[in-house]
């Protein structure tokens, strides 16, 4: 890990593996989209709105992966003072938080036919929102600090301590009764017909190839003002020595 | 200072100690709030400790096989809700959800009448975490039993 601590071999590595990311992202997310929406019959119940699940289900996984990411590059940050640890935790945000409103839309649209309401205040709703709410203080947070140059100490905090309601999310259809129905995946399990599973899987493997493609691009735009920041600081200086 | 401590361990050690006790407050107070973030009481709470008459509750379980009636004035649903231990007769005047079956979960917001019915003023299908298409296969026998009888009526 530590070889990747230079932000030079950071820069060369990420330069082919984000459009490779991004490309091949794009295609497998399509592809597995275009496969559900046209092979997969609709469901005994729900009828065609079961075909949401395909954008639903991965949005929240990477909602949730978002956070944990958050979380880990925070740790990384905090502990071992990684130079590239909080350039990772804020390029994760605006990703993140992004999927996490999709998985709350998408999941409104879908309850309205299904359960015959727009949204309920059960658990996992609302831990689902609260974690859009922790995303968007997230970033006004972490990017306040970095506008203002300060450490970003204070936002690797917050996104440790905003990692308690992960476990809280998941374990929420479990813990409490729920309006949402409890997992469908679990451990070795599905509940859910091969037919809907495979698109859903090939999605999520797309999206999150896509979403970690963004981070890497978001990251070498960070590191990019960084240095036109350094630049222009430094000729200000050049030129004030002129005088 | 301890000598041979780096600081980077000490920063580890603080940190980890830190997180395990924000995750055990966490968890204590999720489980403080079991019964308090619950959606909806189960048929057996219900029964078990019946709310005041005009408290508003909501009542999840399973709609019984054979249990919906619709009433003669055509909006009107009686149905039991139960959960494996107790019933509860509910009456909904209204528009049903879609998903409104018998043998599938039920979400009704109301209250409990004297009589011992629930008087729901709305009702949420509750759909269950199984995903699969109209056809029979893949079904477990209780589902293809369903499916069969709901051709036959």
């Not at chain 2, 920063?11 to 999720?30: D, P, T």
């Not at chain 2, 399973?62 to 249990?67: A, F, K, L, P, R």
């Not at chain 2, 619709?70 to 909904?92: H, K, L, N």
């Amino acid at each position: 890990m530590h070889g990747f601590a230079n932000p030079a071999r950071f820069l060369r590595l990420a330069k082919w593996l984000t459009p490779l990311l991004l490309v091949v992202g794009i295609v497998l997310t399509v592809g597995s989209l275009l496969w559900g929406y046209t092979g997969a019959p609709p469901d005994r119940l729900m009828g065609d709105s079961v075909k949401i699940l395909f954008i639903h289900v991965p949005a929240a996984w990477l909602g949730m992966g978002g956070w944990t990411a958050i979380a880990i590059a925070s740790l990384v940050e905090l502990v071992w003072r990684h130079p590239l640890a909080a350039i990772a935790a804020r390029a994760a945000a605006v990703p993140g938080a992004v999927f996490a409103f999709v998985c709350l839309a998408t999941g409104s649209i879908w309850g309205r036919p299904t359960w015959g309401t727009w949204w309920v205040w059960d658990g996992r709703l609302t831990s689902m929102l609260v974690l859009l709410f922790l995303y968007l203080g997230y970033i006004a947070l972490s990017s306040a600090l970095a506008r203002e140059g300060s450490s970003s100490r204070i936002a690797a905090i917050f996104g440790l301590v905003g990692a308690v309601n992960i476990p809280i999310i998941n374990r929420s259809v479990v813990w409490w009764n729920s309006l949402h129905q409890p997992p469908s995946l679990t451990m070795g399990n599905s509940a859910i017909d091969p037919v809907y599973l495979y698109p859903l899987l090939g999605a999520t493997l797309g999206l999150s190839l896509l979403f970690g493609g963004i981070v890497l691009m978001r990251m070498r735009t960070i590191l990019a003002d960084m240095q036109a920041e350094a630049r222009l600081r430094r000729k200000a200086m050049q030129a004030a020595e002129g005088l | 200072m301890g000598t041979g401590i780096k600081p980077k361990h000490q920063r580890l050690v603080l940190l980890v100690i830190a997180l395990v006790a924000l995750v055990g407050a966490g968890l204590l107070a999720a489980w403080a709030l079991r019964n308090q973030a619950n959606y909806f009481y189960l048929p057996s709470e219900i029964v078990a400790e019946a709310p005041a008459p005009d408290e508003a509750v909501r009542l999840g379980g399973m709609v019984e096989m054979g249990s919906i009636n619709t009433a003669e004035d055509g909006v009107t649903v009686r149905f039991i809700v139960g959960d494996g231990d107790a019933r509860v007769p509910v009456s909904f005047t209204g528009i049903v959800p879609a998903l409104f079956v018998e043998g599938s979960g039920v979400v009704a917001e109301g209250s409990l009448a004297a009589d011992g019915t629930f008087i729901a003023t709305n009702l949420l299908a509750k759909h269950d975490e199984n995903y699969m298409p109209r056809e029979l296969e893949g079904m477990t026998t209780e589902e293809v039993r369903a499916e069969i009888e709901a051709t036959l009526e």
